[in-house]
């Protein structure tokens, strides 16, 4: 069993930067795919960015510039650095692994956006 731990929300201006951080409980294996997700109110959950065992990385369009994400698998954490953030990136961020066809969730972490 995996438990996922998510930190580093919070409030943050228009222009500003916040690093999410993901811890992982439990065995994690290096060619796991982990990642993030956001959910607005009243939207549905998108996917922002993953990266998979072999370091390869994929991100939203609406964040590729802004965002990196990267993962230290010595202390199976997942991190996403974000910069230059905008309103529209006001949402909950969750994290996600993927082992195989099993998938888990973080609760979440509110990253607010706002002047």
């Known amino acids: 069993q995996v438990q996922l731990v998510e930190s580093g929300g919070g409030l943050v201006q228009p222009g500003g930067s916040l690093r999410l951080s993901c811890a992982a409980s439990?065995?994690?294996?290096?060619?796991?795919?982990m990642g993030w997700y956001r959910q607005a109110p009243g939207k549905q959950r998108e996917l922002v960015a993953n990266?998979?065992?072999?370091?390869?990385?994929n991100y939203a369009d609406s964040v590729k510039g802004r965002f990196t994400i990267s993962r230290d698998n010595a202390v199976n954490t997942v991190y996403l650095e974000m910069n230059n953030l905008k309103p529209e990136d006001t949402a909950v961020y969750l994290c996600?692994?993927?082992?195989?066809?099993?998938?888990?969730w973080g609760q979440g972490t509110q990253v607010t956006v706002s002047s």
């Open positions: 996600n692994v993927r082992d195989g066809p099993t998938v888990y």
């Open positions: 990266v998979l065992g072999t370091g390869r990385t």
């Open positions: 439990g065995t994690i294996f290096n060619g796991d795919v």
